[in-house]
């Protein structure tokens, strides 16, 4: 169920780390669920070099304007994309940020999670956007993974599908930890 | 004669009368007297005639200048397109129908200046089109400018001082270009002219047929080259038939070779495209 | 239901309404519509072609329609400035074919990737001299099928070139769509009087029926060039142009949002409708009657329709990506009878819902407006 309606999901990062593909795996799951969709996105030079950023309108009403102000949900898993991306929230809104960002920049009120690294534990770095994903419906219900799952298994590639059904586990596993329910 | 009078040449006193070939509505044409534009044209309706072409399956398209007029004359299909780009057009009707025949008329400014993008790219394509490239060295329709082809030093309405352009070679142009049939010819050498077209249409490729012609009205005038006849002895002189041994295009020293310079059988465009197709067709993944 | 992407949209109509050519060259949005149409017209029995330019790719299209295909291109602002060329080659050649400008921000390379509708003149005014056309755009990804599909029809059945205006939003955002049955008008190349006329609802390509004389020359009905009587020309583009006029009410499509009882209207195009039917569900919501008319055919310019509005309501908002363009015929038609303000950013942004209802507010409450002011306060963050 959403946490709101409509409900705003901005995913950002930096460009190769997957961010359009976890937007459109969101826009088709939440799709599957029977709500409305919009999804876009930035694009050209900073999608392949800088920061990248995918934006998810989901609703249960027809969605008039399709770009997201302030999102509910708001995903950096880099540091370029969180000073870029990083500050517009709604009130109440989620802010998820990429523990390595906590090297270079100070990040307040957000949930600080290790999803890099917990992507490489499950395989490879590549698929942190999908770790985040676990993350996503652990903390927001907004999906079910069932939907999601469906999702994946329509838009991933066969090859790599195990591993990203792996890495949602893991994010909906690290989600749930204390220490990040804690913030 | 004025200009725009029936060219003698399109309906020569002997030999066979080509009025089958010629839309008579559109008579008489627009080139001045001593043109040697009406007798590439005769050349190409005489090769439609040897040829036994279907009319009705031809299209020729043409560019903008006096031998985009050419289609006109010519009772197949005809399409006068713009500037340049009729082979853009002629790559889309062949594409779109590889049963059409398609044969390009083009001026030298057609297919060396504003057109010469799309003369390279259809000659790297090799799609199964004749140009047929009528060279009088300058623009004719617009008053005499100087064209790419124009040698070094001649004079125009835009080179009064003499021309310091180098000049292109249209048939060399096309050979570096990947075209797999390029031939050249004059309009001093007639009876070559139908046969290098024929020889054109039924090469399955890109063919080049680039064909020295005069101009009296303008090149010739301010060159002082004298009359249409003159000028046909001046072709003479500038060009050679091309030799067994081969040519040194570097040394050529203002003097055109002539002939067929490659006759290659190359995997044709449309072909390519259609086996493409057929390949795609057995996996059945659409929409 | 399935989630699919603007240009997918376009591309899916397009074969929906029976194109079979493609000729295009790369460009920034609109690249996703030629790759469609790459992987998906060789099974279809179509063609597709990369050409070497804009100007050569309108060209190939022409001649494919010539040649019997229904045929396409796409491009964005630069792409489409040098086709201009051909736009008026298919005019003046009757040549049924469909263009697709996804407008990104302009002049020159401008903003390659950020939203524009700064080529509704261009569309309709770009190539030189008077010449019939039609152009339409979408402010949805269902909308971009349903328009695609329309600007076929469109073109066969008035034998004009018909653009569609996208822009870099549309292009490339995603929405869930059911693809509807529509309609599709089909090639007829059998005339009833036995020949081919110019303008002729018949089109009969190359190698079906009579050999045909095909040229940008001012020409007779037959195709004869008629270059010293300028009447004959005329005449021709007057035929041309009046087909259209006497059948704007088949042309003319637009989507008609609360407008009914409105008392100030949104008068809006393209993505720009989607916050302003944001703007009107939030007012609505406050008892203020507003209303929005999304319309869908820019050219010829509604303008009966927008007259109609125009003397029901206090005053009309335009809300344009440019510096202010649709406002000129707009305001030709309303000839004040009702206040018309403009609003305008070509800065690579959309407008805000937030943005368009204190610019509605101004208008309705204080009877002015200072779009700059609006702008300029939401750009620095106040």
């Given amino acids: 169920m959403l946490p709101k309606d409509p409900y705003h999901v901005r995913l950002s990062g930096r460009g190769g780390q997957g961010i359009l593909l976890a937007g459109i795996l969101v826009a088709e799951a939440g799709m599957k669920e029977g709500y409305n969709v919009v999804q ?60 390595q960002v906590t090297r270079e920049e100070k990040v307040n009120d957000a949930l600080v999670i290790p999803m890099i ?67 | 004669m004025e200009p725009g009078a029936w060219s003698p040449l399109l309906m020569p006193k002997k030999g066979k009368s080509l009025e089958r070939y010629l ?225 040194d295009w570097k040394e050529l020293s203002g003097q055109m070779p002539l002939g067929i310079f490659r006759e290659e059988q190359r995997s044709e465009y449309t072909d390519r495209y259609r086996e493409l197709r057929e390949s795609q067709k057995s996996k059945t993944d659409v929409t | 239901m399935r989630l699919i992407q603007g240009n997918e949209a376009c591309a899916l109509g397009a074969l929906e309404a029976g194109c079979r050519f493609y000729a295009g060259y790369p460009i920034t949005p609109a690249s996703e519509i030629m790759e469609w149409m790459a992987r998906k017209l060789p099974a279809l029995d179509g063609t597709f072609v990369q050409m070497e330019d804009e100007i050569a790719s309108l060209a190939a299209v022409i001649g494919a329609s010539w040649a019997g295909k229904k045929a396409m291109t796409a491009t964005s602002g630069p ?46 005014w770009g190539t030189h001299g008077d010449h019939a ?69 018949a089109f009969f390509p190359f190698g079906v029926g009579p050999r045909k004389v095909v040229t940008g020359l001012a020409h007779d009905e037959k195709g004869k060039p008629e270059t010293s009587r300028g009447q004959v020309g005329e005449r021709l583009l007057k035929k041309a142009l009046d087909r259209l006029y006497v059948d704007r009410d088949h042309i003319v499509s637009y989507k008609n949002y609360q407008a009914g009882d409105a008392k100030w209207l949104i008068l809006s195009y393209g993505i720009t409708s989607r916050p302003a039917r944001a703007a009107v569900d939030k007012m609505r919501e406050e008892g203020e009657k507003v209303g929005l008319i999304d319309l869908q055919t820019l050219w010829p310019f509604p303008d009966e329709l927008v007259q109609s509005y125009s003397e029901k309501v206090e005053g009309i908002l335009m809300p344009e990506l440019n510096l202010g363009q649709l406002i000129m015929p707009a305001k030709a038609a309303i000839e004040g009878r009702a206040p018309v303000y403009p609003f305008n950013r070509a800065d690579g942004k959309l407008f805000t819902p937030a943005e368009i209802i204190e610019a509605m507010r101004e208008i309705m409450y204080n009877g002015k407006l200072d779009q700059t002011a609006i702008l300029e306060q939401r750009r620095n963050g106040k």
């Fill in chain 1, 40 to 99: 876009t996105q930035s694009y050209g030079p900073e999608a392949r070099l800088g920061a990248s950023r995918c934006e998810v309108i989901l609703s249960n009403n027809e969605i008039a304007f399709p770009e997201v102000e302030l999102p509910d949900f708001l995903l950096c898993l880099s540091r370029d994309a969180y000073v870029k991306h990083g500050r517009e929230l709604a009130d109440d809104g989620l802010r998820i940020v990429e523990q």
């Fill in chain 1, 117 to 183: 690294e917990a992507a490489r534990e499950t395989g490879q770095e590549i698929v942190a956007n999908v770790v985040a994903l676990g993350v996503f419906i652990e903390l927001t219900g907004a999906i079910s993974e069932k939907y999601l799952r469906s999702a994946m298994e329509e838009r991933v590639k066969p090859n790599y599908l195990d591993m990203n059904l792996k890495a949602l586990q893991k994010g909906r596993e690290i989600a749930k930890k204390d220490e990040v329910k804690g913030g």
């Fill in chain 2, 23 to 247: 839309r008579m509505s559109q008579m008489p044409t627009l080139w001045c007297p001593g043109c040697g534009h009406g007798n590439i044209a005769r050349g190409m309706l005489q090769a439609f005639d040897e040829l036994h072409l279907n009319l009705d399956q031809t299209v020729v398209i043409g560019g903008i200048g006096c031998s985009g007029r050419t289609p006109f004359y010519s009772n197949t299909n005809a399409m006068h397109t713009t500037h340049g780009r009729a082979l853009a057009f002629g790559t889309g009707i062949k594409m779109a129908n590889p049963d059409l025949t398609v044969v390009a008329t083009m001026g030298d400014g057609d297919t060396a200046a504003i057109g010469g993008n799309h003369f390279i790219h259809s000659c790297r394509r090799n799609i199964d089109i004749t140009a047929i490239v009528f060279n009088n060295s300058i623009y004719g329709m617009t008053g005499g400018q100087f064209a790419p082809t124009t040698p070094q030093d001649k004079k125009s309405s835009t080179t009064v001082y003499g021309n310091i352009d180098e000049p292109f070679d249209i048939a060399e142009l096309a050979m570096a270009a990947g075209a797999s049939f390029v031939a050249r010819t004059t309009t001093f050498d007639f009876q070559d002219t139908t046969e290098l077209i024929k020889k054109g249409i039924q090469h399955h490729g890109f063919s080049v047929v680039e064909i020295i012609t005069q101009c009296p009205t303008y090149y010739g005038k301010i060159n002082k080259l004298g009359n249409a006849v003159d000028m046909l002895e001046y072709e003479k002189d500038m060009t050679f038939p091309e030799e067994d041994e081969p040519i």
């Fill in chain 3, 79 to 124: 792409g489409f400035s040098l086709m201009q060329e051909h736009v008026g080659y298919a005019a003046m050649t009757e040549t049924p074919c469909v263009i697709v400008d996804s407008q990104r921000g302009g002049p020159s390379t401008g903003l390659p990737t950020l939203p524009s509708q700064g080529d509704v003149m261009q569309a309709r």
């Fill in chain 3, 133 to 201: 056309v039609i152009v339409l755009t979408a402010s949805s990804v269902l909308d971009t099928y349903v328009m695609t599909v329309k600007a076929f029809n469109l073109s066969e059945t008035y034998r004009v070139p018909v653009v569609l205006l996208l822009d870099a939003t549309i292009s490339h955002m995603r929405e869930n769509v059911e693809l509807p049955e529509l309609e599709i008008v089909e090639r007829i190349t059998e005339a009833e009087g036995g020949e081919d006329i110019f303008g002729n609802r």
